[in-house]
């Protein structure tokens, strides 16, 4: 995959590493960054081989939100150009939180206004205590717009109220609370261990069978249990153990081996 000089992406294995590597900048968004990142997100996710997609980013921040000069161009724009640059930035988030293969975010540093919600569109997040967040748009006389949908999900719209109308700045373990990060670390070694943990199960785990994990909690989040539900639950359980994925599972923990898609890592 190609080096850029806004985002860098390697394979392991069947780990997908992507960085953010525009550091001078403190990683901030502009056009050129959402794009090549939205595009190396969709790669890794038409890549067979590529089984976890780690989310990290170089220097002391994660992303400092949006880039100055980028603001100032927007200022300029009409109505139409900036829905499409809207519209752009909305892309990725989608496909970050859409991803067909699980996400985790490795967040060392600062992580404000867009930055935070690449973090809450991972499945997973792990921080350090360095790390640090604000959704910091309301200072600029702008709103969190785009990235709401995930924000909300992540840390609940009570707390949303508060740091959406506010733009305080939280702290790492503030973040744990909320449920924005799953796990906190003293350092960035004790991170990658975190992190090494968390891909150790994944890979033990059906690549299927996760895909449709994820689309799950997308069709049943916030809705009623009712009738139609309960239906749609018992469809789709139905559906995955007729799989061969789901045959070869259950074959496999019959039979006391490793199922064929287990990788050691």
């Not at 997609?53 to 100032?72: Q, R, T």
Request: charged share 20%; net charge negative.
């Amino acid at each position: 995959m190609p080096m850029t000089s806004h985002v860098k992406s390697e394979i392991d294995g069947a780990i997908g590493i992507v960085t953010l590597a525009n550091a001078d900048k403190h990683n901030a968004f502009d056009d050129v960054l959402i794009a090549e990142l939205t595009g190396t997100l969709r790669k890794l996710d038409a890549d067979s081989g590529v089984r976890v997609v780690i989310l990290s980013a170089s220097g002391k921040s994660f992303s400092a939100g949006a880039d100055l000069n980028w603001m100032k161009r927007m200022a300029g724009y009409s109505q139409e150009e900036n829905l499409q640059d809207a519209q752009g930035l909305g892309n990725l988030m989608s496909t970050l939180h859409g991803l067909g293969k699980p996400t985790i975010a490795r967040v060392q540093g600062a992580a404000y206004g867009g930055g935070v919600g690449l973090v809450a569109c991972c499945d997973m997040a792990v921080g350090t205590q360095a790390a640090s967040f604000s959704l910091s748009e309301v200072r600029l006389g702008l709103i969190p717009a785009v990235i709401s949908p995930y924000v909300i999900a992540a840390i609940g719209e009570r707390a949303a109220h508060r740091y959406f109308l506010t733009a305080e700045r939280f702290n790492a373990a503030e973040a744990l609370r909320l449920g924005l990060l799953h796990e906190l670390c003293a350092d960035d070694v004790a991170m990658d261990e975190k992190i090494q943990d968390l891909i150790t199960a994944l890979l033990s785990c059906g690549p299927q069978a996760i895909r449709e994990g994820k689309q799950l909690v997308a069709a049943v989040a916030n809705r009623p249990i009712d009738e139609t539900l309960v239906m749609e639950t018992a469809q789709r359980i139905a559906r995955v153990r007729g799989s061969d994925e789901g045959r070869e599972g259950v074959s496999a923990f019959l039979e006391k081996r490793k199922a064929l898609w287990v990788v050691e890592k």
